[in-house]
């Protein structure tokens, strides 16, 4: 089974239009919850984490994610959108019921146009 | 160095050739893990190191796949009799903490591994 699902595969927006990019994970009492930024031939690049408290995070790169428990979600947002942000985006997830490891969706290519 | 180095940073092998993939973790870093990331693909767990000790290899596809970390600090995967399904970006990430639930991961570049 699944435990972390991106259901958009690539989205197009214009720069300087908002961005909201979907994650749902399957399980997990109190998941830990991370959004990767992962740029052609790069590695990844953490751009936020939930672990608990407040549950709007905010993250380099004018970046947010709101964990809403109700919904099993863990949105990543930005009010306006840069050229360089196109890029691949992944959510993953840990603790406990996930062991020693993060958790990762199958991403979702963000594609910018001016 | 200040990140995590992978290297080579691309390796094709003949089918039937055995590979090894190195890493170099952030220096005092506890957790190292390696990930295989398929093309179109988000990264996939391998296994897991903390100093020395391989704790969770469930991960690895086969028992083609062996992974090494003997001084608690550089890591090698090696594969054994490549297929072309091995094809696919290796990360490896490393962490000052122990397990990856509460703590953010380091990645390097990745080894982009194709065999042919």
């Known amino acids: 089974a699944q435990s972390v699902t991106q259901p958009d595969i690539h989205i197009t927006v214009s720069e300087g239009a908002s961005l909201e990019l979907r994650c749902n994970y399957s399980?997990?009492?109190?998941?830990?919850l991370f959004w990767y930024v992962q740029s052609p031939g790069q590695g990844l690049q953490l751009l936020l984490k939930y672990f608990s408290g407040d549950t709007l995070v905010q993250g380099i790169k004018g970046f947010e994610a709101e964990f809403k428990r109700s919904q099993s979600s863990f949105n990543l947002r930005k009010p306006s959108v840069h050229w360089s942000d196109a890029a691949e985006y992944f959510c993953a997830v840990g603790g406990m019921e996930y062991g020693n490891k993060l958790v990762f969706g199958a991403g979702t290519i963000l594609r910018v146009k001016s | 160095g200040a990140g995590v180095s992978q290297s080579p940073r691309y390796k094709v092998a003949k089918r039937g050739q055995d590979v090894a993939l190195r890493c170099d973790p952030i220096?005092?870093?506890?957790?190292l893990f390696w990930y295989q990331q398929a093309l179109g693909q988000g990264p996939e767990f391998l296994t897991y190191?903390?100093?020395?000790?391989?704790?969770?290899k469930s991960g690895l596809p086969s028992d083609r796949f062996f992974a090494e970390r003997p001084e608690g600090s550089v890591s090698t995967l090696k594969i054994q009799r490549t297929q072309q399904e091995d094809s696919a970006v290796y990360l490896c990430a490393s962490s000052s903490r122990t397990g990856a639930g509460d703590s953010p991961l380091h990645f390097g570049n990745g080894t982009r591994l194709t065999v042919t």
């Open positions: 220096s005092g870093h506890v957790s």
């Open positions: 399980y997990g009492a109190t998941p830990y």
């Open positions: 190191f903390q100093n020395e000790a391989q704790l969770d």
